[in-house]
């Protein structure tokens, strides 16, 4: 089965998709892909069979999205609780995503006519060698397509990846890169693994009602529990959690607003409160008056986003380098 499936949505899914699209509709959703095992036991097929299912009911998924213009999809797909499952689970888990991995980078032409940008979020460290380098080749092999944007959440958790955003700024500091006063929330988002996307506009998790460490950060705003089983999942599950997302838009959007307002407010007084110290050290024991502290804070806040400019990009060539670095590898090898 392959990451992209043909064909277009039956009439009665049309007229029903072009019903929700006349209202606001979500441009990111985030899947808990649940149930693969319960699914596998009702079914009394293998474990592996049922984990297969459910990429196949990924790929279904995605299908419907695209349909319904959802530009960007993120799934967990592995969570580094899964490491606790038996050896022969795991093993099976791992051998599922070097095959999907391996069909995907056979349908890169297919992929490239679609723009499909595939990103994997988490730490990479942590897999088979084999499967780092395909995930690598899959993701540089894509990384210029821009029109649809599907994020595997690959040894990820969470509080993994914002423990690893804090380190990245810890390891900032140390460089003399940023000052311990540029950490803010809008820095730490911009060290986290899904740095390169927006917040997900809709969270949907099947046969379960927990978050499990699956992108706490990004998905405050919205989420909806569907009880049905990941493999069962229907396009008309799909059209009902987006229709919670609608009749939430409002109230989703002013929560935003009110986050982002307050983001901007902190942000002005940690500036303010910076510059007050610098004036009060170097202005010769004269208060300044209004027009220097304003400049001040100009200078301040150019000088704050420059050096972040130049942290973010070292990071990202930090992360490109290990990539390529993967790719050398498998040349060599
Ligand atoms: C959770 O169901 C599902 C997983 C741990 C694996 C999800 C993986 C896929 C759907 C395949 C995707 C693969 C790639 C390469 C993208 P569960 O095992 O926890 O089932 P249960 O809740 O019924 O026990
Ligand atoms: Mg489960």
Redesign the pocket.
Not at 116 to 134: A, F, S, Y
Not at 202 to 218: C, E, M, P
């Given at each position: 089965m392959s990451w992209i499936r043909e064909g277009e949505l039956n009439l009665i899914e049309r007229i029903s998709a072009n019903i929700l699209k006349a209202g606001p509709m979500p441009k990111h959703v985030a899947f808990i892909?649940?149930?693969?095992?319960?699914?596998a036991r009702k079914k009394q097929m293998e474990r592996q069979e049922g984990?297969m299912q459910?990429?196949n009911?990924?790929a279904e998924t995605l299908r419907w999205c695209k349909n319904l213009n959802i530009q960007e999809v993120t799934?967990?797909?592995?969570?580094i609780e899964?490491f606790k499952r038996s050896q022969n689970e795991v093993d099976e888990?791992m051998v599922?995503?070097k095959q999907?991995?391996e069909k995907l980078l056979e349908e890169r032409e297919n992929l490239e006519k679609h723009g499909v940008c595939i990103r994997v979020l988490g730490d990479l460290n942590m897999l088979p060698l084999d499967l780092q380098q395909l995930i690598a080749k899959a993701v540089v092999s894509t990384k210029t397509h821009n029109k649809c944007f599907l994020n595997?959440c690959?040894a990820y958790t969470s509080r993994y990846e914002i423990t690893n955003a804090v380190r990245e700024m810890a390891w900032g500091v140390e460089q003399g890169q940023i000052k311990a006063s540029d950490v803010s929330e809008a820095l730490l988002s911009e060290c986290l693994y899904s740095n390169n996307s927006p917040n997900p506009d809709l969270l949907i998790r099947t046969?379960?009602v927990r978050l499990s460490d699956f992108l706490l950060w990004q998905t405050s705003h919205s989420s909806v529990f569907q009880s049905v089983?990941?493999q069962e999942y229907s396009f008309w599950n799909l059209c009902e959690a987006i229709l919670q997302y609608q009749l939430n838009h409002t109230s989703i959007q002013k929560a935003r607003d009110l986050h982002r307002e307050h983001q901007a407010f902190v942000q002005l007084e940690a500036d303010r409160a910076c510059v007050a110290e610098h004036l009060q050290h170097h202005g010769n024991g004269k208060p300044a008056d209004a027009r220097r502290r304003q400049e001040a804070l100009q200078h301040y806040t150019t000088c704050r986003e420059e050096r972040i400019h130049d942290f973010l990009e070292a990071l990202q060539n930090r992360r490109d380098s290990y990539y390529n670095d993967l790719l050398s590898d498998a040349v060599v090898a």
């Amino acid at each position: 089965m392959s990451w992209i499936r043909e064909g277009e949505l039956n009439l009665i899914e049309r007229i029903s998709a072009n019903i929700l699209k006349a209202g606001p509709m979500p441009k990111h959703v985030a899947f808990i892909m649940d149930g693969n095992r319960r699914f596998a036991r009702k079914k009394q097929m293998e474990r592996q069979e049922g984990h297969m299912q459910g990429f196949n009911k990924l790929a279904e998924t995605l299908r419907w999205c695209k349909n319904l213009n959802i530009q960007e999809v993120t799934v967990y797909a592995f969570s580094i609780e899964n490491f606790k499952r038996s050896q022969n689970e795991v093993d099976e888990l791992m051998v599922l995503a070097k095959q999907k991995f391996e069909k995907l980078l056979e349908e890169r032409e297919n992929l490239e006519k679609h723009g499909v940008c595939i990103r994997v979020l988490g730490d990479l460290n942590m897999l088979p060698l084999d499967l780092q380098q395909l995930i690598a080749k899959a993701v540089v092999s894509t990384k210029t397509h821009n029109k649809c944007f599907l994020n595997v959440c690959f040894a990820y958790t969470s509080r993994y990846e914002i423990t690893n955003a804090v380190r990245e700024m810890a390891w900032g500091v140390e460089q003399g890169q940023i000052k311990a006063s540029d950490v803010s929330e809008a820095l730490l988002s911009e060290c986290l693994y899904s740095n390169n996307s927006p917040n997900p506009d809709l969270l949907i998790r099947t046969s379960g009602v927990r978050l499990s460490d699956f992108l706490l950060w990004q998905t405050s705003h919205s989420s909806v529990f569907q009880s049905v089983l990941w493999q069962e999942y229907s396009f008309w599950n799909l059209c009902e959690a987006i229709l919670q997302y609608q009749l939430n838009h409002t109230s989703i959007q002013k929560a935003r607003d009110l986050h982002r307002e307050h983001q901007a407010f902190v942000q002005l007084e940690a500036d303010r409160a910076c510059v007050a110290e610098h004036l009060q050290h170097h202005g010769n024991g004269k208060p300044a008056d209004a027009r220097r502290r304003q400049e001040a804070l100009q200078h301040y806040t150019t000088c704050r986003e420059e050096r972040i400019h130049d942290f973010l990009e070292a990071l990202q060539n930090r992360r490109d380098s290990y990539y390529n670095d993967l790719l050398s590898d498998a040349v060599v090898a």
